[in-house]
């Protein structure tokens, strides 16, 4: 009896014996594939990084066509708009009798200048000075002054074409600019160290544009000064201290019609003359 009942637990050892050796063999299976399941995530690594560097020199490329960022070595042209845009824009040509701007060929001339006499929503002066085939202009609210001591705040405005110029009329309220403008002084004008156009271009970009007017009203030397403020450039007008200097005359009181038809403002207002204008 006791010979009977050790064979099935010999028999039984035995097969526990096998089923570890197969369970030590399909571990040793399991871990080769699992090795081998990260060696292949590994190898496929490479090729990942290799794609997304391929799509970052992509965008890189794309990016500098826009002109958004500058790869190594390229160069990004700055756009700059065409002389006389914002003044084109303001007006529709099909309805004003306004001069398109257009900028004429360069001539070996003098400079111009011409200061407009304005009753807009606010009475105030435009005074234009020719450089680089345009009129740049500012908006002078109390126009002028012959005293070293006034500093007249001057508010740039869009360039005008020199064309601009002869302009005196009418522009009816409601259009751009509406009101009355008078030629109240034109002549020319010159660089007061003798730089011609050059010196003229370096002071206006310095912010600090120095000149000789030779004009009806105005001579001698003024400055227009820019001021360090936000939003659109704002300068000051003084009148240098020379023999044109005059602190005990107010001349934007004094003289009160054209320089070319000798009318008033409210002459001028009756006119037949009319521009009409577009925002």
């Known amino acids: 009896m006791a010979t009977k009942r050790s064979g099935p637990r010999s028999g039984s050892t035995r097969a526990t014996g096998k089923s570890a050796a197969r369970g030590k ?3 040793k299976a399991t871990s080769r594939t699992s090795s081998g399941s990260g060696a292949s995530k590994r190898s496929r690594a490479p090729s990942t ?3 997304s560097s391929a799509k970052r020199s992509t965008a890189k490329r794309r990016t500098s ?5 500058r790869p190594a070595g390229g160069r990004t042209r700055p756009r700059s708009s065409a002389p006389l845009a914002e003044y084109n ?6 309805r004003t009798a306004e001069p398109a701007g257009k900028v004429p060929k360069p001539r070996g001339r003098s400079l111009q200048f011409v200061i407009q006499k304005h009753e807009a929503s606010h009475l105030h002066f435009d005074f234009r000075l020719e450089l680089d085939g345009v009129m740049k202009s500012w908006a002078v609210p109390k126009g002028p002054s012959l005293d070293p001591t006034v500093r007249r705040l001057a508010m740039e405005v869009e360039d ?3 064309s601009y110029n002869t302009f005196e009329g009418t522009i009816p309220k409601g259009e751009y600019g509406g009101g009355t403008v008078m030629l109240w002084d034109r002549g020319t004008y010159e660089a007061d160290d003798g730089g011609g156009a050059a010196a003229l271009r370096r002071g206006y970009e310095k912010g600090e544009l120095r000149f000789v007017m030779h004009g009806q009203r105005l001579q001698g030397g003024f400055v227009l000064a820019r001021l360090k403020r936000p939003g659109r450039p704002q300068w000051l007008l003084i009148k240098r201290r020379d023999d044109h200097a005059d602190p ?15 009318r008033t403002m409210e002459q001028i207002a009756t006119g037949r003359r009319v521009w009409h204008s577009n925002r």
Request: hydrophobic share 25%; glycine share 6%; aromatic share 2%.
């Open 25 to 27: 063999s399909a571990t």
């Open 49 to 51: 990084s290799g794609t």
């Open 65 to 69: 066509k826009t002109g958004e960022t």
């Open 89 to 94: 824009a303001k007006r529709d040509f099909t």
């Open 160 to 162: 005008h074409p020199i």
């Open 248 to 262: 005990d005359r107010d001349i934007t009181a004094e003289e009160t019609t054209s320089v070319v038809s000798k």
